[in-house]
Structures are given as structure tokens and as C-alpha cells.
């Protein structure tokens, strides 16, 4: 097999397109490549549809956090602490076991059967995890912009007549999303980072399909050799962080070109957010 | 444990919850806790080391020492941790029966990897093949503790450099005007002033570490997440204790568990950062000194 057949069979393997064995000897580099690019399609998933989604989650508990009610603010504080002070190793453990305790025939809404196999499974129960997982740090991030936001910017808003809505849409929200940038980008790489875990916690890999990690250490245990697949994998999430790193680093610059360059933030990547 | 347990059919309601939690099983799901306990004890200290170590290197002036300090603190930057928890585990399992065999049999011929085998000489295995289960269960702790330890010193590396760097440069440059030497400016200014420096970043990194350690499951160790698994699992009739499936519940009891352990330690490390920052040229010893504390 050469290794254009062998990219042409495996590509989208972990999709459950192409070829449905995998390799079982004579595993060529190709094959390691290939599989474990497939997989990464996973990675790429996971923490691309948990981010979008997380962002937006993460902005509405980072302002019930700085409610006045304790009716709001409470059940902020609460579900930031649950996520960011247990393992997310013990989260997807427990979301697994809570997701398979849902009847297995389905719910009865009215006359609508809502199916709940499918939330087992890692594209669904996984994800959900990270959404939540990913907002709860992003929410803590947010906060502490929120909180950091310049004094003189707020009584100039209100010196302008900018009250309620405006005010947080024209203002608060912009320097809050500037100020928690840097530390966002770090939230998102270790993100895309503790992807990996899924498929080591619980959820199945259904038919073979994982993720970039999964078939490295496939591969791993098939050969006995942990220094060619693991470093694979290992590139792979350093190209993914530059991308990651290239992209953020854009969007940063586009919220501090009103500032002079020696006031922008810089993005200083620091391991404070990895679960 | 105790004498009316004798026969678990016979029990009901909370009798029978106490036999149930205090079963040969259950002692070793209370046992694992020691054994994540002591993997944050020994790993924290081996750690900060490794990182002190890695972060003095990355400020040698010799250039192959620099390489390989900021080679060791870039590592955990770009790759998930995760996969050096894989790769060490039998990266390190293969180099020891490596080096063990190279000494014990050197007129070994056969080649070490022969296709999809790793193949050394029976003297070389480690542990050896015949030894008791607990001394693999000890082997199997110990190469978990040093892949932690490699991992999370990289970390700290990251931290440390860190915190070196912001000790102010005024500081070392009046110590070198009075004449000390490189290794005295390191021993009596640098290093006695950086621990408030590193405190937020080694306080963060006890938490990641106290989060990591669920992972020892992954590296083949019998830790509690093992156990949650094992006692968890429904159990037919067959056994003493039937159940069904109770997974939830472990894993639920283990979350509290985590949290707990995480939000004790928060209000440790904030009093010690308090403690800490007293007196010095900080924003937080400055807001102390203001507050009159």
C-alpha cells in the first residue's frame, strides 16, 4: 500500500469513512500520520463547537457573578466552583454514568418521544461536558475583567449620558473582551488540550473512531513503541496551538488598535487554566 | 468488619449499608485515597525541584544548559499533558530495562525490538517476572510518580524562570556592587526573594496538581477512580453484596471529594500569600502596609 492509498483509505477513518479495519501489522509511518491526523478532526470538533458555544455562556454567568441579587449571583458562584474545582477527568466520569441513567426507550413529552441514546455518546455527552467545563473558566476569566475595568471609563460613560444597555454594549463589554483576551487565549489552548481526555474517561469510542490521542496510543500498545506515535501526536498539537496562537493573536490586536502600542496586552502563554 | 456481617442477606437498611461500605473492596477504595494523598506528597517537593533546576538552567550563561532549561519549561506549552503521561510511563518502563539489561546480560545477541516486541533478557525485567503482585503495584506508583514529577517540574520550570525574572534587577546589581560573586547574588538575593513572586504560580500549580491526580488511573495504577469503577459496577446475585449499577453515586462522592480538597487548599494558599506578602515591595504588601495589618 502505498501512502497516498493509505491517506486515501484512512483520511476520515475516525468519521467512519474509508477503511474499516485499522492496521494490525507492518505499521507504516504513513499510517501513524494519516490515523492520527484523522483523529484530530475530533480534537479540532471538540474544542472549536465547546469554545463558540462556552464563550457565550461564559459572558451571561460572568454578569449574573456580578449580579447585586444573591438569586443570580449565587448559582454563578456555585456552578464555577463545581467546574473549576474537580477534575474534569471525574466531570465526564460523572456525566457518563448521569447520561446513561436516562431511560433507555426515551422520554415521553406529550406525544414526542425524545430520543436519549445518542447523549451517551462522546459527540454529544462529551461536548456537553466541555461546553460547561469551558464556560465556568472563561466565566471566572471574564469576571475578573469585568471587575478590572478602568473607573475613569465607567464615569465617563455615565458623564456622556451612556446608561443601562449602551453602556455595557459600547463599553463594558468591548474593554471587558480586551482585558481578558491574553488569559482567554490560554483558556483556549488548554481547551483544545483536554479534548485528548475523552476518550480515555468513560465515553466509547464507537467502531474505532477516537481521537488524535486515542490512535497514538493505539499504536502505542500495538508496537510497544511510545517514540513514534506519542511525538506524532505531540506535533500535531503544537501546529494546532501556533493556529490557535496565530488566530487569537489577530483578534487581539483588532481589540487594542485604539490603544498605542506600548499599552496593548501582550498574550504571555501561561499553564494557569489546564484541568 | 463488623460480627453481625456474617451473613449479608439477613441485613437490612443501615446495617446493611455499614457492612456494605466496610467490605475487603471498600478498604481498598479508603486505602487508594493514601495513595493519591502520597503521590501529592512526594510529587510536590520532586517537582519544585526538577523545576528549580530546569528554571537555573534556563538562566545559565552556558548555552547547552540554556537549551535544554527552556527546551524542558516550552515542553508543556504546545502539547497536551496528557500525552506525556502516556508516553512517560512507558518511555521510562522500556529505558530502565534497557540500561538493566546493557549491564546484566551484555552477550545478550538477539536484537531488543524484534518487530512488535520489546524483548530483554529474563534477569533484565523490572520488576522481575517472579517478584510479589505489590512489588509491580509499588514499580507501577513509582514510575507514575516520576512522570508526574517530570511533567508538573516543567511546569514549576515555567514558574520559577518566571519569578526570577521579576525580582527586581536594581536588587541584583546592588548585590554584585558590593562584591558578591554570581553564586552568592543567586544563594543570598535571588532565590530568597522570588518565593513571593512564584507564590501565585506555585499556588495555581497545586491546584492543577491536585487535579491531575485522577489520572494515575490512566497510568495503570489502582487509584480511586479504579475503585470507584470497580465497587461501582452493578452486581448480580452471585455476589455478597448485590447492587445495581451504582457508578453515579462513587464518582458523585468523588467530586465532592475534589472539591473539597481544592477549596481547603484555596483558603490555605490565600492566608499563606498573605503571610508572605507582609513587608514586601509588592502590590499586596503595599495594600497590607496602607491597611495598617
Redesign the interface.
Known sequence: MTCWETISAYAFRSLGYGQRLLPRSDFTLCQQFTLIGSGLIWNIYFGLVALVAGFFLANAIALAKTARSPWVRKPADWFIFIFRGSPLFIQFFLAYEALQMLPRAGINMLWITIETSWTTRAWAGALFVLFLNTAAYSAEIFHGALKSIPKGDLEAADAYGISGWAKFRRIQWPTMLRLAWPAYTNEAIFLFHSTTLVYFSGFPAFQQRGDALYYANYFADKTFNPFVPYPIAAGYFILLTLLLILAFGAINRRLNQHLPSNMARKIRLRPQVIR | MFAYCADPNSLEGLAWLACYLTTGKHMGLYWSFGTVLSLLAITAPVALAFGFVGAMAARSPFLPARIIGKGYTAM????????FF??FV??LD?GVEWLNHQIRCPDWTEPI?QG???RVCPEAKVPLGTSPQYVHQIYGFGLAVVTFSLVFGA?AA?VLYGAMQAVPRAQLETAEAYGMSHGQVFRRILVPQMWVYALP?LS??WM?L??????L??LGVQDI?YW??EL?GAKTSAYEYPHP?W??YY??F??VF??GF??ISEIVLDRLTARLSRGQATAAGEAMRKAGI
Open positions: 508543556v506549552r504546545g502539547v497536551p499533558d496528557i500525552v502516556l508516553f512507558i518511555a522500556q525490538r512488535l516486541e520489546f511546569f515555567n504560580g495555581n500549580l492543577i491536585i487535579k491531575a491526580t485522577p489520572l488511573f490512566l477512580v470507584a469503577r461501582g449499577d457508578r453515579l464518582f458523585l468523588l467530586l475534589y472539591l481544592t477549596r
